[in-house]
């Protein structure tokens, strides 16, 4: 059974850190893209970081660049991303995702809440 599971999410003051973490079971991690994802109340989904397989170079859209980092544990099958700096704009909901061009679909988790305010 293919799951994705988030943790770390919860409330923070702006300026503050937090790290979420994934942790994927059911189906070949290493083969697999891993990334994040948010959505805020009434926007769409967007792409936060993403972490390519094979050792490819992290990207993250414009908004997280410099304050968020991405890694991947390919051993424990774990994806995780360190925000530092928050800013009351990234609160949404947070979540995993993982695809591969053989799967262009792929898995989601369930999310996991971030808010930032003071």
């Known amino acids: ?17 937090l790290r979420l973490s994934c942790a994927a079971s059911g ?5 697999y893209h891993v990334g994040w994802y948010r959505q805020a109340p009434g926007a769409e989904r967007e792409s936060v970081a993403t972490a390519p397989n094979f050792g490819g170079s992290p990207m993250y859209s414009d908004s997280v660049k410099g304050r968020f980092t991405i890694s991947r544990d390919d051993v424990k099958n774990t994806v995780t991303l360190q925000m530092n700096n ?11 995702h993982a695809y591969s061009w053989t799967d262009v679909s ?3 988790g369930q999310g996991t809440q971030v808010t930032v305010s003071l």
Request: glycine share 16%; proline share 6%; net charge negative.
């Open 106 to 108: 792929g898995h989601w």
């Open 27 to 31: 189906f070949a991690f290493s083969n």
């Open 1 to 17: 059974q293919v799951q994705l599971v988030e943790s770390g999410g919860g409330s923070v003051q702006p300026g503050g850190s």
């Open 86 to 96: 928050v800013k009351p704009e990234d609160t949404a909901v947070y979540f995993c």
